[in-house]
């Protein structure tokens, strides 16, 4: 059984992301003063005497609104009310009670979950604020004082969600499992994969771009295995992006990444591949992630017997830098070749985890060798005295040879694809580390 899990709800801008990074411990969700900045539901963990706790971040709940994202946004609130073992409700003692929390009050008594009611704002120390006895109008039982920016009343706060929790169970500690980023260009399809892998309307999706804006993390389980999947933000070039909120999404995309084992990139086969799509795939590459290229919107496209392989070359040519990335043409909407996208992601994995033994990898480098002479320049030859594994994700290698400048990068390449084809090290990038070292003779 999973671990226990509290929704925080609440309407626009009561401090609910704020309050779920204190209690995380980290800036997972982006914090804004613009009403309306977190919109799916975000995921984060916190321990709370000795027993771990899934916390569910959502947008602000409009109950009336008929604005597209913000009716979605209502739909994420409930999906994380329906799910969850408690319900933190989010209010503000500064504006008081308003129409809308007594809307939001009334949705949740509906839903006969647990609720612990949070007034939070409350900043200032001794004495609440006369507004503060407003809220025990909402009928939810005795209001907890917090300050989610300074961090006031956060341990009351979990002490009253702490004796609502279910009983504890074994195997609550259960593991993410393979960690894979989806990233790309907004627009290119990113929600719609990770709703159509989980059967669930997980993350918000619209034609409008940037309707996606933190990193999102579901963990599924399939005949493959477990994954944690993270839907993030579509990266757009620096110059344009203006928009403070949007400027944050960029940067917990890469972060995404940084935390990520795996890389899927999406590219949208009805625009085509950009200048952007490389720079987006060169930050994986450069993060030593294994990566997979996942071309997107497949069955939007006029084919015929011979598109696939034109455009196969076109991503060839254009991603010539990590030939090591496999290719899958997918169709979110439809679920086409998503079995295949996860075959690669195991094979991408287990490449990126792989360890040779010495005596394997300069069985290897002999036989290269002497297939292909090491270069010469002036007289002087390359010699190469031995090779070893340093590490893994990325595999790397460090060469102990007589001269640096001698071995050339062309010569390193050979190498590389001699030790990808032996091995089967698909999916990943391969570092080398280059060691001078006299030859003693």
């Given at each position: 059984?999973?671990?226990?899990?509290?929704a925080?709800?609440?309407?626009?801008?009561?401090?609910?992301?704020?309050?779920?990074?204190?209690?995380?411990?980290?800036?997972?969700a982006?914090?804004?003063?613009?009403?309306?900045?977190?919109?799916?539901?975000?995921f984060?963990?916190?321990?709370?005497?000795?027993?771990?706790?899934?916390?569910v971040?959502?947008?602000?709940?409009?109950?009336?609104?008929?604005?597209?994202?913000?009716?979605?946004?209502?739909?994420?609130?409930e999906?994380?009310?329906?799910?969850?073992?408690?319900?933190?409700l989010?209010?503000?003692?500064?504006?008081?009670?308003?129409?809308?929390?007594?809307?939001?009050?009334?949705?949740?008594?509906k839903?006969?979950?647990?609720?612990?009611?949070?007034?939070?704002?409350?900043?200032?120390?001794?004495?609440?604020?006369?507004?503060?006895?407003?809220?025990?109008?909402?009928?939810l039982?005795?209001?907890?004082?917090?300050?989610?920016?300074?961090?006031?009343?956060?341990?009351?706060l979990l002490?009253?969600?702490?004796?609502?929790?279910?009983?504890?169970?074994?195997?609550?500690?259960?593991?993410e499992?393979?960690?894979?980023?989806?990233?790309?260009?907004?627009?290119?399809?990113?929600?719609?994969?990770?709703?159509?892998?989980?059967?669930?309307?997980?993350?918000?999706?619209?034609?409008?771009?940037?309707?996606?804006?933190?990193?999102?993390?579901?963990?599924?389980?399939?005949?493959?295995?477990?994954?944690?999947?993270?839907?993030?933000?579509?990266?757009?070039?620096?110059?344009?992006?203006?928009?403070?909120?949007?400027?944050?999404?960029?940067?917990?995309?890469k972060?995404?990444?940084?935390?990520?084992?795996?890389?899927?990139?999406?590219?949208?086969?009805?625009?085509?591949?950009?200048?952007?799509?490389?720079?987006?795939?060169?930050?994986?590459?450069?993060s030593?992630?294994?990566?997979?290229?996942?071309?997107?919107?497949?069955?939007?496209?006029?084919?015929?017997?011979?598109?696939?392989?034109?455009?196969?070359?076109?991503?060839?040519?254009?991603f010539?830098?990590?030939?090591?990335?496999?290719?899958?043409?997918?169709?979110?909407?439809?679920?086409?070749?998503?079995?295949?996208?996860?075959?690669?992601?195991?094979?991408?994995?287990?490449?990126?985890a792989?360890?040779?033994?010495t005596?394997?990898?300069?069985?290897?480098?002999?036989?290269?060798?002497?297939?292909?002479?090491?270069?010469?320049?002036?007289?002087?030859?390359?010699?190469?005295?031995?090779?070893?594994?340093?590490?893994?994700?990325?595999?790397?290698?460090?060469?102990?040879?007589?001269?640096?400048?001698?071995?050339?990068?062309?010569?390193?390449r050979?190498?590389?694809?001699?030790?990808?084809?032996?091995?089967?090290m698909?999916?990943?990038?391969?570092?080398?580390?280059?060691?001078?070292?006299?030859?003693?003779?």
């Amino acid at each position: 059984m999973a671990n226990p899990v509290v929704a925080i709800v609440g309407r626009p801008n009561v401090g609910k992301s704020t309050l779920f990074n204190k209690l995380v411990g980290q800036r997972i969700a982006i914090v804004d003063d613009t009403p309306g900045v977190t919109r799916d539901r975000i995921f984060g963990q916190c321990e709370w005497k000795n027993r771990k706790i899934s916390l569910v971040d959502t947008g602000g709940i409009e109950p009336y609104s008929e604005d597209v994202i913000l009716r979605q946004m209502r739909r994420q609130a409930e999906l994380a009310i329906d799910a969850a073992d408690v319900i933190i409700l989010v209010t503000d003692v500064k504006s008081g009670v308003v129409a809308t929390d007594e809307e939001v009050a009334q949705m949740l008594r509906k839903s006969s979950r647990p609720v612990v009611l949070c007034v939070n704002k409350c900043d200032r120390v001794g004495d609440p604020d006369p507004s503060f006895y407003e809220f025990y109008n909402l009928g939810l039982g005795e209001p907890i004082q917090v300050s989610s920016v300074h961090g006031h009343g956060t341990g009351d706060l979990l002490d009253a969600v702490y004796e609502l929790l279910p009983e504890q169970t074994d195997g609550e500690d259960a593991d993410e499992g393979v960690r894979v980023a989806i990233i790309g260009r907004p627009n290119a399809g990113k929600s719609s994969l990770v709703n159509k892998i989980t059967g669930e309307n997980r993350c918000i999706v619209s034609d409008i771009a940037g309707t996606t804006r933190d990193s999102i993390d579901t963990v599924i389980e399939n005949k493959y295995g477990r994954f944690c999947l993270t839907d993030t933000a579509g990266i757009r070039r620096s110059r344009k992006i203006e928009d403070e909120v949007e400027k944050y999404s960029v940067i917990r995309a890469k972060m995404a990444i940084e935390r990520s084992d795996v890389c899927v990139i999406m590219i949208d086969a009805q625009a085509g591949i950009t200048e952007q799509d490389t720079r987006i795939a060169g930050l994986a590459h450069e993060s030593g992630k294994a990566c997979i290229i996942a071309v997107n919107k497949w069955d939007a496209i006029e084919k015929n017997d011979k598109t696939m392989n034109e455009y196969r070359k076109k991503l060839e040519t254009d991603f010539a830098y990590m030939s090591y990335a496999p290719f899958v043409f997918i169709s979110a909407k439809t679920g086409q070749r998503i079995d295949r996208l996860f075959e690669l992601i195991m094979m991408a994995v287990n490449s990126a985890a792989m360890r040779i033994t010495t005596g394997m990898l300069n069985d290897l480098l002999a036989d290269a060798v002497a297939r292909v002479q090491p270069p010469t320049d002036k007289g002087r030859r390359l010699k190469i005295m031995y090779v070893t594994q340093a590490s893994v994700k990325p595999p790397t290698f460090v060469f102990f040879v007589n001269s640096a400048e001698l071995f050339h990068f062309s010569y390193q390449r050979y190498l590389e694809n001699r030790i990808r084809e032996t091995f089967g090290m698909q999916g990943t990038p391969i570092r080398f580390i280059v060691r001078e070292r006299e030859d003693k003779k």
